[in-house]
């Protein structure tokens, strides 16, 4: 028999009692003794998962994108014994989308990952920080971990948007000159929003057509000008989830990096990072250095 710990978020907006039954019969009848944790705080997964790692022959996960940036957390600097899995039940579930999975349907997601195989997924490090699938920062970057929390569970992906125009969009933001060297190239440019990712879909849109989550490679888009025709035009691309970067190609920079460094002067802006849709704060310095690496790869139960 093996054995399949479930670490569940009950608040979780998409999360209820029934699905998390009907999740532990099918693990029953696919030959799994389960147990089951509940993620009674922000940041009660990493130690959950560092506790049952050696357990287990599986770690289940069923939360939103927080819960798999803190099961990564877990992971990080560990011998990982037990594979590891997840069921999205957030609100906008991009990692559930890049993992393969289907969105807002976790039982049928769930039979894909029993009839799946695991497989390496890179994740992120900056500054030693981890980051699942996302870090950035600048113009609306603060947006996933602004929305209230109600909005999300009222209005799911929508929500994002409301807040956005709630906060006066119209203003155009400001660019900062940023020094980037990547996989040691040296880049002068300005950034207006700069994000780092391993993923398709970001804020619940897809934004990269053909990516490989497990190349030991980041994709890295900067969006160095702003007008106030293209704002309009990606906030109508962004409502009716057509998003590309490639459309944008005169104003977004994008490359890809093993490794990469970005330096600018913090003296007169408030830089703090959204990693996984959470805050991460950064010291004040008056040059501020972003060091990003492939922390590494956690091994997943994932669709064929």
Known sequence: MRHCTVIYNPVASSFDNNLLVAVLERLKDADYVCSIVKSNRAGAVVPLVQERNDKCDLI???GGDGTVSEACHGFFGLKQ???YAHLSVGTTNDIGINLGLIPKDPLASLELLLDGHESGVDFLTVNGNTAFYVSCFGFAADVP???PAFLKRRLGHAAYLAYFMSMGWRKLPRRRALRVTADGKLLETESILTIVSNSHVFGGVNIYNDIDIGDGRFEVAILERLSPNLARQILSDYTHNRVDISRY???IRTLQARE??????NSDWDVDLDNDGECLRL?????LRLEYRIGGQIRMLLPR
Do not use: G, I, Q, S
């Not at 990469?260 to 002067?265: K, N, T």
């Not at 010291?283 to 040059?287: I, K, T």
């Open 283 to 287: 010291p004040r310095d008056e040059h």
């Open 81 to 83: 014994h037990a594979a």
């Open 260 to 265: 990469l460094v970005l330096e600018f002067d």
């Open 145 to 147: 971990y602004k929305t």
């Open 60 to 62: 289940l996960t069923m």
């Open 249 to 251: 190609k005169d104003t």
